[in-house]
């Protein structure tokens, strides 16, 4: 038997039938017409937008559609963040349908001229990642008569200690080096553009308070530096984010409200040159991948060898990483549930499989759950993240996965 | 430095700009419109088709679509083979426009009731996974009056050697254990199927003749004992396929002559029981990787640490597999190339990667090449096999890239 990660804590306690958004898991199929299905609850990531605006009060909230493009999720989200980061054309047309054009930018290492020019002319903010970059900007900005709003990416010197993607604190392609940020900073205002100061990230999926606590004040004081070396007032440090939440066995759930309290003592001891800055946290995964569920149904229970399987109608055509084929070393459960036998003990060692043809396609790797038969559903957790949008859907010809918003209205 | 995969052989040899098909890099890119886009090189898949017809001709050559379900290409290799593995309902019905459904099968764990539907009204066999599949399987041939036509895939207790993807010899979600099969026959003939035989895989992607060879044999005396014990012939034993291409460094190809001459040998002496029997190798991977070619534009060249980037339109978004993010535990290089330099000696280590903003996208891992600035095009070989199609095309929100079909009319 191999271990689970921990339900999301809107889960951990309820008992028989799964509910999401107070409707059982039952009608959210009926409702798709089929399965399987996403069900991201809204309410789920309003609590923690309230949660980080408690623990953050002074702190800007931006939301990183690459974790969740839905479009209903994302109309609803730009409503309560105060910025939208986007990572490609299509992200930034996504954006500009939701949020004011000032409270989007745009970061990715291999921006092409027209997308340059797409961001420039919508008024958004380019997060420039290289001298190379911040020419072409300049240059398009002239054609099109437009002053571009440029901010300096900066591959840190740090990096976030214990982050499952590591992105500070060695060569990256991301952002120009810290030693090289204060000249482009003073090229692009030398070049007519409205800088708008820096965007540092340094890690993501941290689940150290203390660690994310430590690259923050790092990433405060670098950016201090920085704006001494280039004498000029950064209006917007975007902080990066980071924010981890708990996939795995043992992993236990990041204490956000240490992070608020030491980043707000860290803000008030900032740096003269920062005093009038403002300073923004990008959160992505943390705001949204415990509001979302796969729901899959069994088709099939089998025995080979000795060992069951579940073999259900979804797999890592929709969910890639629970299946444990991106960006895991080793393959590790997901959290999971029989969605009609909530908190029921185990009564057997499982696993659960998808539909494809392949070995890779594997939800579950001798999981503990009650007795299952076809046409029971099964509860993929932490879905809201890196799902949908992250799989290869088109593998082997299955149809999409249902997505579905429950929105309380 | 970390080297790369060897070319296949009709771009091994080539100097200055890369061809495909007598055409240049370049001048697919003008067709396509635009970077990234994958081309097909019909002509090569031709010449893997006619190497397998001359090392095993007797055997029925069966292409698995998975690995590349391009509909020009599918069309074209409709032709020249002699039936079609499916492994989803939209697979099916792509199969069924470029076949009869008499050549068409269907294999996969988790069939739907809906799927198993769709394949008995068309005519095509349905390669049974369990006791319970087939259980459907005749109700539902039963329900619409028509005589199904099922086949027994074998959860083999044999595993192929070497091979990347092994898929027997094991607690398996694919077919029944060898020890059941037999009876699975029994059961499917008293039930009025009409029994199409064995499906048998024992893995997939192995470069090693004496593995397959021996994998074959063990194969082929399985089905002979597995046929005297349901006392009937089998009409055709798919003997499963497991051919793989050199990817990465070190890699040899697979001697398909001398894996044709052992199985020639081995059917001459076949078991008497099988003497009526047709036999088939399914490929996909073998048939089409080596004809794919993923073509992308390097947008920026940039330096961070002493590390040098080259920054392309295009990665993991298309091509996850080369980003060593799909069924890899170790990330080694595709082999790459620029397509302006082919064959020019290594200037500079450089890393290649996506524009996507993952610290995951990256096709090539401190590679040397030819130097090269923004605006040459990189291209990335073995991208004909499980590349668009098994890609999170959707990620980040990027354009998918084009597909081309080069076939010479």
């Given at each position: ?11 951990a306690h309820q008992?028989g ?7 059982s ?17 809204l309410?789920?990531?309003e ?8 623990a ?11 974790a ?9 989200i730009?409503?309560?963040v105060d ?13 500009i349908?939701?949020?004011p ?6 970061a ?6 027209d ?7 919508a ?6 990642e290289s001298e ?14 437009i002053?571009?709003r440029l901010?300096?990416r900066v ?12 992105m ?5 392609p ?12 003073r090229t692009v205002?030398a070049g007519?553009?409205d800088w ?21 004040a790092?990433t ?14 950064p209006p917007l ?8 939440v708990p996939?795995?066995?043992g ?6 409200e240490?992070v608020?309290?030491?980043l707000?003592e860290?803000?008030a ?7 009038g800055?403002?300073f923004?946290?990008?959160?992505g ?5 415990e509001a979302?569920?796969y729901?899959?149904?069994?088709v ?9 399987f ?7 055509n ?5 299946s ?26 499982v ?11 594997r939800?579950g790797?001798?999981?503990?759950l009650?007795h299952?038969a ?10 809201g ?9 088109a ?8 997505e ?5 209205c």
């Open positions: 038997m191999k271990p689970t990660g921990p339900l999301p804590p809107e889960f008992t039938v799964l509910h999401i958004a107070g409707r898991a039952e009608d959210w199929v009926t409702e798709a017409g089929d399965t399987p299905l996403f069900v991201y609850d309410a789920i990531v609590a923690r937008i309230a949660r980080f605006r408690a953050m009060p002074a702190i800007d909230l931006h939301y990183a559609i690459k969740n493009p839905h479009p209903g999720l994302l109309g609803a730009g409503g309560l910025g939208l980061d986007v990572a490609s054309a299509g992200e930034l047309r996504a954006a349908g939701v949020k054009a000032a409270a989007i930018s745009f990715g290492p291999g921006k092409r001229d997308e340059l020019a797409l961001a420039i002319g008024g958004a903010t380019l997060n420039v190379g970059e911040a020419a072409r900007a300049l240059a398009i900005g002239e054609r099109l008569e002053v571009p901010a300096i591959n840190p010197d740090v990096e976030l200690r214990g982050s499952g993607m590591k500070g604190g060695r060569p990256s991301f952002g120009v080096d810290a030693v090289r940020a204060a000249a482009l900073v205002r007519g553009a708008r100061g820096f965007h540092i990230y340094a890690g993501s999926q941290a689940l150290d308070a203390g660690a994310i606590v430590e690259t923050q790092a405060l004081a670098l950016a201090a530096r920085l704006a001494d070396e280039a004498g000029a007032v440090v975007n902080l990066g984010g980071g924010f981890g996939y795995f066995a992993d236990r759930p990041l204490a956000v240490a608020g309290a030491a707000g860290a803000l001891q900032r740096p003269e040159v920062l005093a800055s403002r923004a946290i990008e959160l995964r943390w705001l949204v991948a979302g569920v729901l899959t149904r069994i099939d229970r089998k025995e080979s060898q000795g060992e069951t579940l073999v259900v109608d979804g797999g890592l929709h969910q890639l990483a629970a444990g084929n991106f960006g895991t070393v080793v393959r590790r459960n997901y959290p999971l549930a029989l969605a009609s036998r909530m908190g029921a003990g185990a009564d057997e060692t696993s659960v499989v998808g539909p494809l043809c392949t070995p890779l396609d939800l790797d001798r999981v503990a009650p299952a076809a046409g029971d559903l099964v509860a993929i957790f932490l879905a993240a890196y799902g949908a949008s992250a799989s290869p859907a593998f082997l010809g299955h149809p999409p996965a249902a579905l918003l429950a929105d309380h």
